[in-house]
């Protein structure tokens, strides 16, 4: 890995993700990522202190790490990671991009199942707390990672009758 020298934080930017893009497995890709990260640290507490717009280019200099790591888990979507440089300020949509199954990722997010049989399977059960029917069925918070707007999944889910139903239901 050869040593080189930028005078602007998007061209040392841009060559980073040329360099990942480039990169032939894993163990490469995060050996470059290794050896940059600090001057990227460096870099975006710099920007940020100089009360320059948030550059945002840790962030999306990290996005496009994760892209390139999945990418190689991945072979088939190797062309979808995104090469060009970009000008620091300037963020990628989310939108460009395919989905990500984050769960085949070494630390990925459980997925959320989602299955309206089982729900209405749970349903015809008695309420576990006191026995009553109808119920409806209760997902239990605890069981997975919170996420903004995301329900565990349905898999844990209990049977509670309106009553309790409604008294274990965040307000």
């Known amino acids: 890995m050869e040593e080189a ?6 061209e040392f930017a841009g060559a980073l993700r040329k360099a990942m893009a480039e990169a032939r497995d894993i163990e490469f890709l995060f050996a470059i990522w290794e050896q940059n990260v600090e001057t990227v640290r460096a870099l975006n507490r710099s920007l940020k202190q100089d009360a320059l717009p948030k550059s945002g280019i840790a ?7 994760k892209q390139c790591a999945i990418a190689l888990v991945k072979p088939e979507s190797r062309a979808d990671i995104p090469t060009r440089p970009e000008v620091a300020g300037v963020t990628l949509s989310k939108a460009a991009g395919p989905k990500i199954d984050k769960s085949v990722l070494a630390w990925g997010e459980p997925r959320r199942i989602r299955c309206k049989e089982h729900l209405r399977f749970v349903a015809s059960q008695p309420c576990l707390i006191c026995g009553r029917s109808p119920s409806h069925a209760h997902h239990l918070r605890y069981a997975q990672s919170k996420g903004l707007s995301l ?6 889910t209990v049977p509670l009758c309106a009553i ?4 274990f239901t965040p307000q």
């Open 5 to 10: 020298s930028f005078d602007k934080p998007s």
């Open 59 to 65: 962030p999306q200099l990290v996005s496009h790490l």
């Open 151 to 156: 329900k565990v999944s349905d898999e844990f």
């Open 164 to 167: 309790h139903h409604h008294k």
